[in-house]
């Protein structure tokens, strides 16, 4: 067999002086890091000054497929992108479908390495081997959504096209990247750095075939995985409600954030839930690159406020834009949704936001006259959409919210820092988790914050007990290798949690792709190297970080949850240390969460090790 | 009566023997529901079932020789 699966180059951008070169993929970084977020962990490692400020020029960013990203099989459109968090001040990436992914790949590219900032607003074009730098003050201003329409009116629908928002422009930590007309790399403020490197879009068009080194079995693997896609009994049931099927059980099971996460029953969700989308704003099914159960649903919304369309809204904007700030109608969220995907919100972070400024506000911490005389409430659309926009266009009030809760909390003061709902600055997404263990340790250690797709453990809770703490950390731990493995190979893991699909599909078919002899233990253990990795630089940017920086908040371990299936429930903080005890325990860390030198020499990461010892940490 | 449970992906783990179909005998009027819980299965894993390419919920009742597929909530993006 040949080498197939990458292209063989790194593209190079400096958007100060707006050169671009490409370079060799060098092996090594395929071998050890495979791809996708492996690539982007490993380079910001190795380019990233140590202190930087995240939005400085000298910042870097990497956006970079994975090996399976753009070939014949399910869900191989992911593409990964990251920076030090503008949100975090440590590791920061996101990832988003579409058809970017395979676009870079055929343009010749395994990752593009972006530095410099431009001093004007530029869009970043590259056309096969041709790399432009347009002028986008035009642009400069316009809504994401809006920016994509039109990069696609003047460079040809041929091309993929990634873009920002206002939020991005004006610098707030959770603004992200859009693409595909509703598809964004939402987390951590990725869509900030591109607004201080003033860059409005990148637009891709390629021309080249990926390579595969056994194409005849390949292809055959390939078309047995889709086939056995639509075998499956969620094919039929699922795939028209998307992930918004979820919203019935996890408010069943008391999980639902509801009201900026002081209680996880919504009474209101069968208004918001995959019924009710599929009913009243479904259009039609949207699906990204190779995908054969579309999640994406294309919806056309009407309220009192405006109408228009949206892709979705999907489960995790339902949870915060929805329950968390009590809307009530798939229609009502479905438009903040808009709003925010124009604006270039994360969805995930600003519902949090908007909810922590209602409950600020009805505990007197925020006046009227912050909010130019409004009364803001639960259940209002008009307070929602008012708070998406100032806080994307950082108007009075919002300058602070663009900072995320924890910032906001630390200026606001009063105790509202207990109901800032995040772990290291990012804002906790769609799972109540204080009556489910292994969900709660998977937040607190995800690497880019309180996020669920590292680890998303909730059925492990419902399966082995609610109340225990046996074996959980273990289970986050197990999930945290296999879950962002895809995200290394370049690939959606929907086909896997969604219908039920087997695992060991994607270990047979990435050595038929691209020719390496890895078995699943080893992809597995390059993903153990990848996550040691990016807590090493969270370690490294971080002053004092460790296990401080892993605790919920307040609210999760002092607050039981005052109504509905997981009344009474809180997981104290004795409970936090002793989850947090076994996993770094497990992991070889250190008791403070630091990784031991024992643990980074076994995974080929001594450099890494080195340089923590060098800023003071004892491993 | 009887009917066949089927599971697939890793939530053949939440069986005894990680078995992907699973044959049930049950009374009338038990529901899907009951026989997870005679099972030893939380019913509290699953999000609905699917018998003849159609949702159903945990508390429908199954007819003699059902089929039934059942979708468990392993979402999370």
Known sequence: MTCGGYMGRILEVDLSSKKASAS??????????????????????????????????????????????????????????????????????????????AEIKYAGYDCIIIQGASETPVVLVIDDDSVKFLDASDLWGKGAITTEALLKERLGEDFQIATIG?????????????????????????????????????????????????????????????????????????????????????????????????????????????????????????????????????????????????????YETIALLGGNVALGTIEEVAYANMVADELGLDTISAGNVAAFAIECFEK???????????????????????????????????DLLACGVKNAASVIGRGSESFAIHVKGLEWSGYEARWAPAMMISYMTCDVGAHHNRSWAITFDVAKGRDSLEGKSAKAIELQHVRPLFDMLGL?????????????????????VTGMNLSSEDLLKASERVWNLTRAFSAREISGFGRSYDYPPKRFMEEPIPDGPAAGKKLEREKIDA????????????????????????????????????????? | MRA???????????????????????????????????????????????VRDEKVDLDYIPRDGDEIALLSAVMGG
């Open chain 1, 24 to 101: 060799d993929l060098p092996e090594e970084l395929k071998e050890k890091y495979i791809g996708g977020r492996g690539f982007v962990a490993r380079i910001l490692w190795e380019r990233t000054t140590p202190g930087i400020d995240p939005l400085s020029s000298k910042a870097v960013f990497v956006i970079a497929p994975g090996p399976l990203s753009g070939v014949f099989m399910p869900g191989s459109g992911k593409v990964h992108m990251g920076a030090k968090s503008p949100a975090t001040g440590g590791y920061g990436d996101a990832n988003m479908g579409g058809h970017l992914a």
């Open chain 1, 166 to 314: 206002p939020a991005g422009e004006n610098l707030v930590k959770f603004a992200c990247i859009s693409h595909d007309f509703g598809r964004q790399a939402g987390r951590t403020g990725v869509g900030a750095v591109w607004g201080s490197k003033k860059l409005k879009a990148i637009a891709v068009r390629g021309t080249r075939t990926i390579p595969i080194a056994d194409p005849e079995e390949a292809f055959a693997k390939g078309k047995e995985m889709y086939k056995e896609c639509f075998q499956k009994p969620g094919f039929k049931t699922w795939t028209p409600y998307g992930t918004a099927e979820v919203v019935d059980w996890v408010n069943r099971v008391g999980a639902f954030p509801t009201k900026n996460f002081s209680t996880s029953y919504f009474e209101g969700h069968k208004g918001i839930n995959g019924q009710a989308l599929k009913d009243k704003i479904k259009v039609t099914d949207k699906g990204c690159f190779g995908c054969p159960t579309p999640c994406g649903k294309y919806s056309f919304t009407k309220t009192r406020l405006g109408e228009g369309h949206v892709e979705g809204p999907e």
């Open chain 1, 364 to 398: 007197g911490f925020i006046k009227p006259e912050d909010v130019g005389g409004r009364t803001l409430k639960w259940g209002d659309l008009d307070s929602v959409v008012y708070l998406l926009e100032i806080t994307a266009h950082r108007k009075g009030l919002g």
């Open chain 1, 492 to 512: 959606c893991r929907l086909q896997w949690v969604e219908i039920g699909f087997e695992f060991q599909h994607y270990a047979d078919i990435f050595p038929l």
């Open chain 1, 579 to 619: 989850l947090l005890d076994d996993y770094y325990s497990l992991r070889g860390w250190t008791r403070d969460g630091i990784p031991s030198r024992e643990k980074l020499v076994s995974l080929g990461l001594e450099d890494v090790a080195r340089e923590l010892e060098v800023r003071g940490y004892t491993l």
């Open chain 2, 4 to 50: 066949v449970l089927r599971i697939s992906g890793h939530a053949r783990t939440f069986f005894p023997g990680e078995r992907d179909y699973i044959e049930v005998e049950f009374q009338a009027n038990e529901t899907l529901a009951d026989i997870l819980v005679k099972l030893g299965v939380s019913p509290d894993l699953f999000m609905f079932g699917v």
